[in-house]
């Protein structure tokens, strides 16, 4: 399994991994760019719609990783994040 070092990765290689694994951050962060003259707009229930057609699943090796991962995931909840905003 490989281990990112996020604070030794590129800032372009942290855009490139959300990117792929984030439909919303596609749209909002390349799509919309590279595209003004077909911009999307989406409402908060079509972000999390599309979001949950398109998220991925991380991998885990141990049981641990994935205690801790749920209890980021529900700590960023609590603080007002939405899914899309997480991953």
């Known amino acids: 399994m490989r281990k990112v070092d996020l604070d030794n990765t590129p800032e ?24 003004p003259d077909k911009k999307v ?23 641990t990783q994935i205690e801790n991962y749920n209890k980021r995931i529900k700590e960023l909840k609590a603080q007002g994040y939405e899914d899309w905003e997480i991953m």
């Open 41 to 63: 707009e989406l409402t908060k229930e079509e972000k999390q719609e599309i979001f949950n057609r398109y998220k991925g699943t991380p991998y885990f090796s141990d049981f």
């Open 12 to 35: 372009w290689e942290k855009v490139f991994s959300r990117l792929r694994f984030n439909a919303i951050y596609f749209i909002e962060e390349y799509w919309n760019v590279v595209h």
